[in-house]
């Protein structure tokens, strides 16, 4: 046993105590400002410093909150931290506005949570677990009941920010801590962003070249963002940069005069993407339509194919991006490669599809309805 001397012994003391009210801090709540907001100070990994933010396998969520908030209304919500593994959770939450400034109130609902008296800067108010409130109430996670209210008047979205922190009970700051952060944002009824495609394309047969009018009509323009246009050729699996027919920054815009371009198909569909200045987005899709070509659009050509292990690689020319290579007769995976996306193409497992010593039919099909010639390929006994 090693014995201490006066001034050691003094020390080791003030290393435990130092380390005890960090410990007690941790368990009770930080101080305000960790909800990784701008403006806060950060989140938790302030403190717990031994890993990196949302870097593991869980989540903080905050679940419950209506579509749209109503001015003055009281709402319930709860807020989730989860990690496999672990048995000790905690949070701090705060609702801001635009402007980064308190949104509402907040409110404890049971003594599982407490509101620090303290507030941040543009007088945000903080919401934060308990000490009691730190063990698991499911497997791997801590759910809280939180109140709010909104505020009592109309002031555009706000948001709701959260740190997590999910621990071994250890005590130590280490790899056994994960610390999450998330961020959500609640519309109001004059923030709400709404699209509705006004033009009906289903089951209409558009020619290259015409022009189709487009019309829509939207809620919320002073949250709208951006406005983009784009149509599909495979019944709406993807919706290509090389698509995109419009993309503006007014709001005001709610039609466009579309040339028709000619990329033949019967799987055509139209998409319109609203992005909102609190940072996510709504779409609708139209129905499927079908535009008829000039005449002029290339048709796909093989000119070579070869099998390594259980790959096929095609080479050709006027691969349309999200064409697909058929094996006597079937479709198989399929992906552009991103060297040369008009003429080379590979199946993962194609190869396993052609057996050795035989030969077999390939086809390629693009997005918009044209094929290719047949071309044969032989397997040899490898």
Not at 24 to 34: F, I, M, N, R
Not at 133 to 145: D, E, F, K, N
Not at 247 to 274: E, G, Q, Y
């Amino acid at each position: 046993m090693v014995k201490l001397k006066g001034k050691q012994r003094l020390q080791a003391v003030v290393l435990i105590l130092f380390a005890s009210v960090t410990a007690y801090a941790s368990v009770s709540g930080p101080e305000p400002g960790y909800t990784n907001a701008p403006g806060d100070i950060g989140n938790c990994t302030q403190c717990h410093d031994h890993n990196l933010v949302n870097a593991g396998s869980g989540s903080v969520r905050v679940n419950g909150l209506p579509t749209v908030y109503q001015p003055g209304q009281n709402y319930t919500f709860t807020v989730t931290t989860a990690q496999a593994g672990r048995i000790r959770f905690g949070f701090q939450l705060t609702v801001i506005d635009s402007t980064g400034n308190r949104a509402g109130t907040l409110d404890r609902v049971d003594g599982s949570t407490q509101v620090i008296p303290q507030t941040g800067v543009g007088g945000r108010q903080y919401i934060e677990h308990t000490q009691v409130g730190t063990s698991a109430t499911g497997a791997g996670s801590r759910t809280w009941q939180v109140g709010w209210t909104a505020p009592s008047t109309d002031i555009g979205t706000v948001r709701f920010y959260a740190s997590g922190n999910a621990t071994d009970d250890s005590g130590l700051q280490d790899d056994n801590d994960f610390i999450y952060t998330t961020s959500t944002p609640l519309d109001s009824p004059t923030s709400v962003v709404t699209i509705a495609l006004q033009s009906n394309l289903t089951g209409v047969v558009l020619a290259a070249g015409s022009h189709q009018m487009i019309n829509w009509a939207v809620t919320g323009p002073s949250n709208i963002d951006n406005v983009e246009l784009r149509y599909s050729t495979d019944d709406g699996a993807t919706f290509p940069i090389t698509n995109l027919i419009l993309s503006t920054t007014n709001p005001a815009t709610t039609s466009h005069d579309w040339t028709v371009p000619n990329t033949p198909t019967t799987r055509a569909k139209l998409r319109i993407v609203v992005g909102k200045k609190s940072g996510d987005a709504v779409q609708v899709l139209s129905g499927t339509f079908t535009i008829t070509g000039d005449g002029t659009a290339p048709l796909p050509t093989i000119t070579g194919a070869n099998i390594k292990g259980k790959k096929l690689f095609v080479l050709g020319n006027n691969f349309a991006m999200g064409a697909v290579v058929d094996i006597n007769g079937s479709e198989v995976a399929t992906v552009n490669d991103d060297a040369d996306p008009a003429g080379f193409l590979r199946c993962k497992k194609g190869g396993k599809k052609i057996a050795q010593g035989t030969t077999a039919t390939l086809v390629v099909r693009n997005p918009n309805g044209t094929a290719s010639a047949p071309f044969n390929i032989f397997r040899p006994f490898e």
